[in-house]
Structures are given as structure tokens and as C-alpha cells.
């Protein structure tokens, strides 16, 4: 079956561009996360949504990040003005319903930003 | 909040040696650990997962303990082989809001 889908796969910007990262998560899943991934780091967290609300947005480092779900499915991931050190591999992740349901990991979209 | 310490950060191996993977955490009301794999220019995909009503866990070649009094878990491969070469990553929850923190990873090699 079809797993967590992202895209694009690269994205390479310049400073002060916006971006919008797409992530299309399993079928049937409630549960959906963003993380971001910096060179030779572990997993941060940024947001996670439940159906179409985001009860957690902890992770998000800063006014310039939002992201929102639409349809309980697809979820859309914004940077504006990006800045050099939001250069990354942005993952998402699905899972059944619950956070401690198996988190199943899109192949990630590596933004660079010049 | 949660902290996971994962070490060491690189560890080589000869095929058919056995690795270990060590991680800590600090809360105490963490209840969820799951280990993930991430192979290069993929995403981390789930390998092995143990909760706080269990203290090992076995998958094949794989096993995780934890221990709970101490904080700390871990991951153990045995027969390794050249495809468990990969970063692995530890990861627990954030008591309350059930939130993953994960380690910095490992970089296993293994070594024909």
C-alpha cells in the first residue's frame, strides 16, 4: 500500500523566499507530524496534528513557520522569509491515531536555502 | 521536558559481530520507546518497539531492554550483516503530552 508521500523531494531557495513543503500521509490516518532533520542531528518536532487541529505546536522555532491540514489528509508546511539556518530535511510522519501508534516516515524534502 | 541521550554516536563492526545501541531518558513518566531505523536518503523507519510494562523485547536479531528504575534502554544486533549499516535512532515519550523526543543517532557500520 502507499506510504507517507512528500514533495517536493528538493527544494533549493533563496534568503527571504517563502516555501511550502507538501505531505500526503497514509489513508486513514489521524495522526500526522513535521520534524525537521539538520545535518548529523537527531529528529526535532515541530507541529503535530490530529484530524485538522494542531493541539501540539511546540516545536515550531519561530512566528515564520506555520503549517496546516486540510481534509484530514494532506498537510501543508510554510516557511516564510526562510533564513540559511532553516536549511534542513523536513520529514513528516502519519500514524493510526494515537502518538504512540507507529509513526511511519515520509522520505523527507531537503530544503536549502542560499 | 524529555531528554533521550544516545551513545555512542559511531560504531563499526565486523559482519557476524554483535552491536549495541544505549540511550537514556529523564522523564520518568516516559512509557513508549521505540527504535528507528534511517537508511541514507530515506526516512527513519520503525525497527523495534518496547512500552514500560515489558522489560525485553525480541524481533529476530533484534532485542531491546529497558530498565525503567535506571532510564535507560537499549539496542541490541546480533549477526550483523552489511544492510544494518544505517543510522539508528532512540526515542521516547514526553510524559503527559506523549510527544517523541529522539536521541542524535548512531551510525552503524558494518564491515564485510
Known amino acids: 500500500g502507499a506510504g507517507v508521500s512528500q514533495s517536493p523531494s528538493n527544494k533549493v531557495t533563496e534568503k527571504g523566499k517563502d516555501v511550502e513543503l507538501r505531505c500526503d500521509p497514509i489513508?486513514?490516518?489521524?495522526?500526522l507530524y513535521w520534524y525537521r532533520q539538520s545535518l548529523g542531528q537527531g529528529l526535532e518536532f515541530l507541529i503535530y496534528?490530529?484530524?485538522?487541529?494542531?493541539?501540539?505546536k511546540s516545536g515550531l522555532p519561530s512566528d515564520r513557520f506555520s503549517a496546516e491540514r486540510t481534509g484530514g489528509s494532506v498537510s501543508t508546511l510554510t516557511i516564510q522569509r526562510t533564513q540559511q539556518e532553516d536549511s534542513a530535511v523536513y520529514l513528516c510522519?502519519?500514524?493510526?491515531?494515537?502518538?504512540?501508534?507507529?509513526?511511519?516516515f515520509g522520505p523527507g524534502t531537503r530544503l536549502t536555502v542560499l | 521536558g524529555e531528554n533521550v541521550e544516545q551513545h555512542p554516536s559511531t560504531l563499526s563492526v565486523q559482519e557476524g559481530d554483535s552491536a549495541v545501541i544505549k540511550c537514556t531518558y529523564s522523564d520518568s513518566a516516559s512509557n513508549y520507546f521505540p527504535w528507528y531505523k534511517q537508511e541514507l536518503g530515506k526516512g527513519p523507519q520503525l525497527i523495534i518497539d518496547i512500552r514500560s510494562n515489558v522489560g525485553e523485547k525480541k524481533d529476530q536479531r533484534i532485542a531491546v531492554t529497558l530498565n525503567k528504575t535506571a532510564k535507560h534502554f537499549s539496542l541490541h544486533i546480533t549477526e550483523t550483516q552489511p544492510e544494518d549499516s544505517a543510522v539508528y535512532f532512540c526515542a521516547a515519550t514526553q510524559g503527559g503530552s506523549e510527544k517523541l523526543v529522539f536521541g542524535k543517532g548512531m551510525k552503524l557500520t558494518v564491515n564485510p
Open positions: 510522519a502519519s500514524s493510526l491515531k494515537r502518538r504512540t501508534d507507529t509513526q511511519y
Open positions: 496534528f490530529q484530524g485538522n487541529s494542531a493541539p501540539d
Open positions: 489513508s486513514g490516518h489521524t495522526a
